[in-house]
């Protein structure tokens, strides 16, 4: 399974870069990397919007190239909101059966939004690693635990009870 995990560009700015002088590591997105890597047969690629400067077209030609099953968008910041569903809808737009999964703490609290912005499924709170579907036809999980989520099935949104245990 190949995986494009993206923490998208802050329209903004990035208020750690501008108070403090310094851009935070992605560390969710790297933890989400190595759990998938776990995996087998499988390949992880992070775009990091805000480090790299990047617009959202070059950031979907970098991820469309790497020709995915799954995109994750980690959504850090109410500001990201709009390039996140713009990031969502593009890729759809040119690759129709990618998994697209949004997480982070603006997803968790308006997973709706995001859904009806092009998501297929929203990580709610800790979801260390979405990975309940496999591109490959058997039902791998990465060796992490994965936690609430919400999906999209036909227009009808789902959430997902808690598992308790992990795995």
Not at 31 to 39: D, F, P
Not at 46 to 52: H, L, N, P
Request: charged share 25%; aromatic share 6%; hydrophobic share 35%.
């Amino acid at each position: 399974m190949k995986t494009v995990l993206i923490r998208p560009s802050n329209p903004t700015g990035s208020g750690y870069l501008t108070e403090w002088g310094f851009l935070s590591t992605p560390l969710g997105l790297l933890q989400l990397a190595g759990c998938l890597l776990t995996m087998d047969d499988s390949e992880v690629k992070v775009i990091d919007m805000e480090a790299d400067q990047m617009q959202v077209d070059r950031a979907v030609d970098e991820a469309l190239d790497f020709n995915p099953d799954m995109v994750g968008v980690t959504i850090h910041a109410s500001a990201a909101h709009r390039t996140s569903t713009r990031i969502a809808q593009s890729i759809k737009e040119q690759k129709k059966d990618t998994l697209l999964i949004a997480g982070g703490h603006h997803a968790t609290f308006l997973p709706t939004e995001l859904l009806r912005g092009g998501f297929d499924v929203v990580a709610l709170g800790e979801a260390k690693a979405m990975t309940p579907y496999s591109m490959s036809g058997k039902r791998q999980r990465a060796r992490c635990n994965s936690g609430t989520f919400a999906a999209s099935y036909s227009r009808k949104i789902t959430i997902s009870s808690k598992r308790r245990g992990g795995r």
